[in-house]
């Protein structure tokens, strides 16, 4: 998938400026940038939920989001919260719940998760969706360091095994460098993007 | 050494329930062993005799099922139109802008008046009838499917876009299971203003019903006729909320429950 961005604001606030991105199969990049600068913005943008920009995106690559926070439906238990949303079904639900460490999980409901267990199910949806491209917003926020870890290595395999792209945004140079994505900075007003990392 | 918490009770307030049940029973005898004119405020096992006269000979049957018909009918109706016209307005500023007015006027249009214009208009019939019921509650219905979409969760509404889920999957697992809240209070607020307004309309314009018995025993001053149809569609109505509503109540938000 290709963006070619000229500008993207909110009101009469500039927030992107104009940028080139391209992503594909097996490509991984990270965004990254302080909070605030625009990295959510882009990343919806790339999504398709935000579509009031100047610039064009191509690409009819098969797209798949984990949000910030782990956005499940409550009031289905796991299975249906990966079958429900990807279209595929139960036996290819529980056999994502499986490879990210959820089995015997199945038909809990998200509240009787823990947070950490919550974002491995996102995740879980995410790859059942069979994605060209994984688009991930700050995924391991507020978890803790052994979990954040945990969840950075098994996204790592999982994207090894499926061979879907990545496009992470993140305030952290290390979880880009473990997940091996090329790191792109966001930086400016409004934010552009760098390809080499800042040296402050 | 702490014992075992005790399990809740599967039926909370079951007892003060009954009791309270007991109590204005026991008042009614009262004031019906006080009163000196019977006719004015008949005992409980009057009331009780006259309807189990009226099951025997099957006039309770046939009213009682023809008002529960048109409940049923105007229920459905109100249900559906209000819950189309809130979604609608709860999701699309324009549309709210635009028929907000109109929605306003309704709610403060007299029951009465509807149900009068719909049987000149109509004519003396059921649709006339069913449809000034239905009438009467959709915008209720409307206002308050409407506040409760304004309050749909926006992250859930990208997670199911950006999963490109159909417009049917999105409306039947991700928008209704958030309004069951909205659309329980609608019913259970609905089903009880509507039975009152078809007992109106029967009164006013057919010749069966509920309505239509009482409007008969009215000009009969007839008080133990009218008690013994208004409570026995009360039970009716009460068996329909336990039975119906409750369960489906409980199925919907079994997701809130912690793991046993």
Redesign the interface.
């Known amino acids: 998938m290709r963006l070619e961005l000229e500008a993207k604001s909110f009101g009469a606030r500039p927030v992107l400026g104009a940028l080139s991105l391209a992503v594909s199969r097996g490509e991984r990049l990270a965004i990254l940038g302080p909070s605030g600068i625009g990295k959510s913005t882009l990343l919806?943008i790339l999504?398709?939920?935000d579509r009031a920009y100047r610039g064009r995106l191509d690409g009819a690559d098969r797209?798949?989001?984990v949000?910030q926070?782990p956005?499940l439906?409550?009031?289905?238990d796991a299975v249906?919260n990966i079958a429900?949303?990807?279209g595929c079904d139960a036996a290819t639900a529980r056999d994502w719940l499986a490879q990210v460490g959820l089995a015997g999980h199945e038909a809990?409901?998200p509240?009787?998760l823990s947070l950490g267990q919550q974002r491995r199910l996102a995740l879980a949806?995410a790859f059942a969706?069979a994605p060209d491209i994984l688009l991930m917003d700050e995924p391991f926020a507020s978890l803790d360091a052994e979990t954040a870890g945990r969840m950075l290595a098994l996204t790592d395999a999982l994207l090894t095994r499926s061979g879907a792209g990545l496009v992470l945004v993140t305030h952290d140079p290390r979880e880009a460098e473990a997940l091996h994505a090329r790191p792109l900075q966001l930086a400016g007003q409004p934010a552009r993007l760098q390809t080499r990392l800042q040296k402050d | 050494m702490t014992g075992t918490p005790k399990p809740p009770s599967p039926r909370p307030g079951l007892v003060p329930g009954v009791l309270s049940l007991l109590a204005m029973l026991l008042l009614w005898t009262l004031a019906s062993q006080l009163t000196d004119r019977p006719q004015t405020l008949p005992a409980p096992w009057d009331v009780a005799a006259r309807i189990g006269r009226l099951a025997a000979t099957g006039e309770l049957w046939l009213n009682a099922g023809m008002t529960l018909f048109r409940v049923t009918a105007s229920f459905a109706l109100a249900m559906a139109a209000g819950m189309a016209l809130g979604l609608w307005m709860g999701r699309w500023r324009g549309a709210d802008q635009w028929l907000n007015p109109g929605l306003i006027i309704l709610l403060n249009v007299p029951a009465l008046v509807v149900i009068v214009l719909c049987y000149i208009w109509i004519g003396l019939n059921e649709t006339a009838a069913i449809l000034a019921v239905a009438l009467n509650k959709i915008p209720v219905v409307t206002v308050m499917i409407r506040e409760g979409t304004r309050a749909l969760r926006p992250d859930l509404d990208d997670m199911a876009r950006a999963f490109r889920m159909a417009p049917l999957a999105r409306l039947r697992h991700v928008v209704l299971p958030q309004l069951a809240p909205h659309i329980a209070a609608a019913a259970r607020a609905g089903i009880s203003l509507i039975w009152k307004i078809v007992l109106v309309v029967e009164f006013l314009g057919r010749s069966n019903g509920v309505g239509f018995k009482i409007h008969l025993l009215f000009s009969s001053f007839d008080v133990t006729g009218v008690l013994a149809w208004a409570l026995a569609f009360v039970a009716v109505m009460l068996a329909i909320d336990l039975f119906l509503l409750r369960p489906w109540e409980a199925r919907a938000n079994r997701w809130r429950q912690d793991a046993a």
Do not use: M, N
């Open positions: 919806r999504a398709g939920l797209l798949a989001v949000f926070e956005v439906l409550p009031w289905r249906a429900i949303p990807t809990k409901f509240r009787q949806r969706a």
